[in-house]
């Protein structure tokens, strides 16, 4: 901000504003005169001069106008950043344009689970409930006052956002996360938060954020909220793999162990369960048991089949306890009931059978039957299709 008085030996305040208009823009000028003059005024507005204080100036008068112009100063400052961060974290901020001498605290926000393309839809209305509830923007601006400048960016998939604090600010991450897990911010999903663990610039901001997606898809927990300082070096444990699982599931299929499979299966979903495996070790622990299970023609979906309905329960289901029991469910459709149609369809059928003759007074369905017999409905409906006609 440049307080010029207008008399001056060799050039005089107009001609300064006049100079500051032409090669430096971006200077707020207040022009200081003891002269009230009509003409002075005209050529300050030509000069986009933002103030005109007569002599003696009034200390009240002087304070507000430097108030008023450091609020706009702010606000300019604010929204040019704003317009960097944007560029910065698409990759398109022109070289020239990195002259920004601020550094920034960088946070990556993942709402819910990991989702592909394929999933993406089912999760929009949650996220957007997210946002909507959560009131993230309103807690960050009591959160920062007036002494930081904060940036909340949608970016590359909608369940993704990045925070962009202006400076440091060490307990933020903590305390955000605090509140997000906290009854005031009312929302369904759980949230993994990644702070990078030092200040960027607006040239280092992207290649910094793209680390913390690779440590969001490698950490990330489905169904469990959870935050972390980024580290380079992390290694993450891998799970063994599941070849006398695999062996063990595949001999009961041949050897048609139906109930003694089902109870390998909810055994081993329930371990999964407590062992918490990131999402990313769980879908290959699971693509590499349903590929060896297919290869043996031990499962009747295929690899795509498999790994797109998983994806949709991760996208689709709101709590741990939903996607298990949905999960469950297709297994029960994919290896579970075919091995059933082998072994002891017309078994199950007498046995519907018999529960509707005992139950005929009650209004039955085919879904009142599914649930009292712990098969889905399409299987019901499959059993007494092909043992119906025989009977």
């Known amino acids: 901000i440049l307080f010029t008085d207008v008399r001056m030996p060799v050039m005089n305040g107009l001609q300064l504003a006049e100079k500051i208009y032409e090669e430096y823009p971006d200077i707020l000028m207040v022009i200081i005169s003891g002269y009230e003059e009509f003409e002075y005024a005209q050529q300050a507005i030509r000069y986009h001069v933002s ?4 002599k003696p100036v009034n200390l009240e008068k002087l304070l507000t106008t430097t108030e008023k112009l450091c609020r706009k100063l702010s606000e300019r400052f604010y929204q040019t950043t704003k317009e960097k961060i944007h560029l910065a974290l698409s990759g398109s901020l022109p070289q020239e344009k990195d002259n920004c001498l601020e550094l920034f605290s960088v ?4 709402t819910g689970n990991l989702y592909t393309k394929e999933s993406e839809a089912l999760a929009y209305g949650h996220t957007g409930a997210f946002w909507e509830a959560s009131l993230v923007s309103p807690w960050l601006t009591n959160y920062f006052s007036a002494s930081q400048s904060w940036w909340l960016e949608e970016i590359k998939e909608f369940s993704y956002h990045a925070l962009v604090v202006e400076g440091s600010c060490p307990l933020l991450r903590k305390d955000l996360f605090q509140y997000l897990n906290s009854p005031d911010a009312f929302h369904p999903l759980p949230v993994s938060l990644c702070e990078y663990p030092k200040l960027v610039s607006l040239a280092q901001m992207r290649s910094s954020l793209y680390q913390l997606y690779d440590s969001v898809a490698s950490c990330l927990i489905p169904f469990f909220s959870q935050e972390w300082l980024f580290q380079p070096t992390a290694v993450h444990s891998v799970p063994p793999r599941m070849d006398s699982i695999f062996e063990r599931f595949l001999l009961r299929i041949k050897s048609g162990q139906v109930e003694q499979l089902e109870k390998d299966w909810k055994s081993l979903l329930m371990q999964w369960r407590k062992d918490k495996l990131t999402q990313q070790e769980f879908l290959d622990q699971i693509r590499s048991l349903f590929i060896f299970l297919a ?10 089949e498999i790994m ?3 994806q949709s329960l ?3 289901c709101l709590t741990e306890t939903e996607f298990y029991q949905h999960l469950f469910k297709l297994i029960l459709e994919w290896v579970i009931e075919p091995l059933s149609e082998g072994h002891s369809g017309m078994e199950l059928y007498q046995k519907i059978k018999q529960y509707i003759e005992k139950h005929l007074e009650q209004p039955l369905t085919v879904e009142a039957l599914a649930e009292a017999f712990h098969f889905s409905a399409s299987y019901i409906s499959r ?6 006609k025989q009977s």
Do not use: P, W
């Open 107 to 110: 946070l990556l926000i993942k």
């Open 295 to 304: 290869g043996h023609n031990a499962c009747t979906a295929s690899e795509h």
């Open 308 to 310: 797109t309905a998983i």
């Open 383 to 388: 059993v007494f299709k092909k043992y119906g």
């Open 314 to 316: 991760f996208a689709s």
């Open 51 to 54: 103030d005109y204080l007569l």
